[in-house]
């Protein structure tokens, strides 16, 4: 599915708005749908113990991350430039906060994560296709820098890669869904009881905790899809279009898919992630389902990988318009405008975490910072309504100031849950965000410092003119 011819216009920061509704929405799709789907649902079925309750999870957290969804559509109709939060955040909070969220995806966040999606797909690949670990690692960093490389030749290219990836594993899980249910392969009696709890799952209130922050984690990375605003056509009313089509669409694929390994496997059969899986496939494809599954996952991975590797350096290309990184990462390649630039920074920084397998424990450090930091975002638009009038072109955030809080009470439980079951994890990471103040300070005085000589070059060219 293509998105609809139109002239080509260039942004504010010199990307090209080449993206429509279509690649916008697959970008939200593709960025949240990776191997969540298939792990989650055993940990939170084996705690909540209750299919109406594991169903009731997914719905509620998926209500409420939409409303966070549509308030950040309305950031990014405000401010439809290239970076996401980082541009909200400067805008409602100033620059400093701003560089804050920017450091934490340059050297936490983004890589991390990048190289975890890596490590999966080549963990799967490896399931498929048994290679040496050095090989199984040179799988991982060969697919990001593909990846790097389609991104630096076009924006365009890239997001029809999304596209086509998305609308792919969108039709495999609607397909495992009609081969379930067609063929009777399951059975409605799992469903029963449906609200009682089974033996052996913990309590309501903790169990309802696990299932929450399970939940709101697969929803991950929705957010990403604000840092390509700069390369979006009329982002004012695309990109809230975009994440209310596409969290709609994944909170039913989560819902549904929950549903259907729940028919395939009893919840008294439900042990651990990977054996669910097992056992969902061993019922729908037989011996080979592992092998099956497997490539749906990998399917999975890519799309995400790509949405994530093509969203995250707009932050770092942005951080470098507003002289607070590098000069260098905010000039775009002068063929392709794209930051070729900032793209190459992440994939660097990326395949190093692979090849070094240090990265699962930067993602737990970097959780509870990402939450707060979404929090904060969200908050803004209370300032921005505040002081900011904005005219027809800017989607307004529906049912505000209701969406809004229910999305900053979502944030609060998940700081409290994260918080309290990692202590450490919590403080490490806002220690590791902490430390990026002495390096703001050193941009800021560099940028103040080219302020202010830029007189004196004047009144000097003007006084040798003169002599």
Same mark, same amino acid.
């Given at each position: 599915?293509?998105?609809?011819?139109?002239?080509?216009?260039?942004?504010?920061?010199?990307?090209?708005?080449?993206?429509?509704?279509?690649?916008?929405?697959?970008?939200?799709?593709?960025?949240?749908?990776?191997?969540?789907?298939?792990?989650?649902?055993?940990? =939170?079925? *084996?705690?909540?113990?209750?299919?109406?309750?594991?169903?009731?999870?997914?719905?509620?957290?998926?209500? %409420?991350?939409?409303? @966070? #969804?549509?308030?950040? &559509?309305?950031?990014? #109709?405000?401010?439809?430039?290239? @970076?996401?939060?980082?541009?909200?955040?400067?805008?409602?909070?100033?620059?400093?906060?701003?560089?804050?969220?920017?450091?934490?995806?340059?050297?936490? =966040?983004?890589?991390?994560?990048?190289?975890?999606?890596?490590?999966?797909?080549? #963990?799967?690949?490896?399931?498929?296709?048994?290679?040496?670990?050095?090989?199984?690692?040179? /799988?991982?960093?060969?697919?990001?820098?593909?990846?790097?490389?389609?991104?630096?030749?076009?924006?365009?290219?890239?997001?029809?890669?999304?596209?086509?990836?998305?609308?792919?594993?969108?039709?495999?899980?609607?397909?495992?869904?009609?081969?379930?249910?067609?063929?009777?392969?399951?059975?409605?009696?799992?469903?029963?009881?449906?609200?009682?709890?089974?033996?052996?799952?913990?309590?309501?209130?903790?169990?309802?905790? /696990?299932? $929450? !922050? @399970?939940?709101?984690?697969?929803?991950?990375?929705?957010?990403?899809? &604000? *840092?390509?605003?700069?390369? /979006?056509?009329?982002?004012?009313?695309?990109?809230?279009?975009?994440?209310?089509?596409?969290?709609?669409?994944?909170?039913? $694929?989560?819902?549904?898919?929950?549903?259907?390994?729940?028919?395939? !496997?009893?919840?008294? *059969?439900?042990?651990?992630?990977?054996?669910?899986?097992?056992?969902? @496939?061993?019922?729908?494809?037989?011996?080979?389902?592992? !092998?099956?599954?497997?490539?749906i996952v990998i399917i999975c991975l890519v799309g995400s990988?790509?949405?994530?590797?093509?969203?995250?350096?707009?932050?770092?290309?942005?951080?470098?318009?507003?002289?607070?990184?590098?000069?260098?990462?905010?000039?775009?390649?002068?063929?392709?405008?794209?930051?070729?630039?900032?793209?190459? +920074?992440?994939?660097?920084?990326?395949?190093?975490?692979?090849?070094?397998?240090?990265?699962?424990?930067?993602?737990?450090?970097?959780?509870?910072? !990402?939450?707060?930091?979404? &929090? +904060?975002?969200?908050?803004?638009?209370?300032?921005?309504?505040?002081?900011?009038?904005?005219?027809?072109?800017?989607?307004?955030?529906?049912?505000?100031?209701?969406?809004?809080?229910?999305?900053?009470?979502? /944030?609060?439980? =998940?700081?409290?849950? $994260?918080?309290?079951?990692?202590?450490?994890?919590?403080? %490490?990471?806002?220690?590791?965000?902490?430390?990026?103040?002495?390096?703001?300070?050193?941009?800021?005085?560099? *940028?103040?410092?080219?302020?202010?000589?830029?007189?004196?070059?004047?009144?000097?060219?003007?006084?040798?003119?003169?002599?």
């Amino acid at each position: 599915m293509a998105d609809p011819t139109t002239t080509d216009t260039v942004s504010g920061a010199g990307l090209r708005r080449e993206l429509g509704l279509a690649s916008t929405t697959a970008a939200v799709i593709g960025g949240i749908i990776a191997v969540g789907i298939f792990l989650t649902p055993a940990g =939170m079925a *084996k705690a909540l113990g209750s299919p109406f309750w594991l169903l009731l999870v997914w719905l509620a957290v998926g209500a %409420m991350t939409l409303s @966070g #969804g549509l308030c950040y &559509g309305e950031l990014a #109709g405000r401010f439809p430039s290239a @970076g996401g939060g980082y541009i909200y955040l400067r805008e409602c909070f100033g620059p400093r906060l701003a560089f804050l969220f920017g450091w934490m995806c340059l050297l936490v =966040m983004d890589p991390a994560v990048t190289a975890s999606l890596a490590t999966g797909l080549a #963990g799967y690949f490896n399931y498929i296709v048994p290679l040496h670990p050095l090989f199984s690692k040179l /799988v991982g960093v060969g697919v990001i820098w593909g990846l790097c490389l389609l991104n630096i030749l076009s924006i365009r290219g890239m997001a029809g890669f999304i596209r086509w990836s998305t609308w792919l594993k969108l039709g495999l899980l609607g397909f495992l869904t009609i081969w379930a249910f067609a063929f009777r392969l399951g059975s409605w009696s799992n469903f029963v009881p449906i609200v009682a709890q089974h033996p052996g799952s913990l309590p309501l209130a903790p169990a309802l905790g /696990v299932g $929450v !922050v @399970g939940a709101f984690f697969s929803f991950g990375g929705w957010w990403d899809v &604000g *840092k390509i605003a700069g390369e /979006v056509r009329d982002p004012g009313r695309t990109l809230p279009r975009a994440l209310l089509l596409g969290m709609l669409a994944v909170t039913a $694929v989560y819902i549904i898919v929950s549903a259907v390994f729940l028919y395939l !496997v009893p919840l008294d *059969k439900v042990t651990s992630d990977q054996t669910f899986v097992a056992q969902a @496939g061993a019922v729908l494809f037989g011996p080979t389902g592992g !092998v099956v599954f497997a490539g749906i996952v990998i399917i999975c991975l890519v799309g995400s990988l790509a949405a994530l590797i093509m969203s995250a350096p707009r932050v770092y290309y942005a951080m470098a318009n507003d002289e607070l990184f590098f000069p260098a990462v905010a000039r775009t390649h002068p063929r392709f405008g794209t930051p070729a630039n900032a793209i190459v +920074i992440q994939g660097s920084i990326a395949s190093l975490l692979v090849l070094v397998g240090s990265f699962e424990q930067i993602i737990s450090y970097a959780l509870f910072i !990402v939450v707060l930091f979404l &929090g +904060i975002t969200v908050s803004g638009l209370f300032i921005l309504r505040s002081r900011q009038q904005v005219g027809d072109s800017v989607a307004l955030t529906p049912g505000y100031p209701v969406t809004p809080l229910a999305f900053l009470v979502l /944030v609060a439980l =998940m700081l409290f849950l $994260v918080g309290a079951h990692s202590p450490r994890g919590a403080m %490490m990471g806002v220690l590791v965000v902490s430390a990026g103040l002495p390096v703001y300070e050193i941009f800021r005085r560099r *940028k103040t410092h080219a302020i202010t000589q830029q007189p004196i070059v004047g009144e000097t060219l003007a006084l040798s003119e003169e002599a």
